[in-house]
């Protein structure tokens, strides 16, 4: 199973990114997805997550309204707009993808991990 994350780069204050995770050897459509990011020096933390179907989708206080979550199940791809961004969404994005259908917040509760890309944004 791997999860190829890109996307990410540099970018200022007030401008737009898209992630993309692409899956193979994985049943990618009978799996809720998610994405975290770690930010120098902190933990990894929630952004956003999509059930199975994509019909149902969850985002961290600190991005909604900006990031939108998606997936497309015939690709077996997952993705992350990301707009207004902000210095603080400085970090490195990781996709996962877990065992049920059902998104989860919850970073022990995905299976499979991506490597990561890094988003730096600057003031």
């Known amino acids: 199973v791997q999860l190829q994350a890109s996307g990410g780069g540099f970018m200022q204050a007030g401008g737009s990114l898209r992630l993309s995770c692409v899956a193979s050897?994985?049943?990618?459509?009978?799996?809720?997805l998610g994405w975290f990011r770690q930010a120098p020096g902190k933990e990894r933390e929630f952004v956003a997550a999509?059930?199975?179907?994509?019909?149902?989708?969850k985002y961290a206080d600190s991005v909604k309204g900006r990031f939108i979550i998606s997936r497309d199940n015939a690709k077996n791809t997952l993705y992350l707009e990301m707009n207004n961004l902000k210095p603080e969404d400085t970090a490195v994005y990781y996709c996962?993808?877990?065992?049920?259908?059902?998104?989860?917040?919850?970073?022990?509760?995905?299976?499979?991990w991506g490597q990561g890309t890094l988003v730096t944004v600057s003031s």
């Open positions: 050897g994985y049943t990618f459509s009978n799996s809720a």
């Open positions: 996962a993808a877990g065992h049920y259908s059902a998104y989860s917040t919850k970073a022990h509760e995905y299976v499979y």
């Open positions: 999509i059930n199975w179907s994509g019909g149902f989708k």
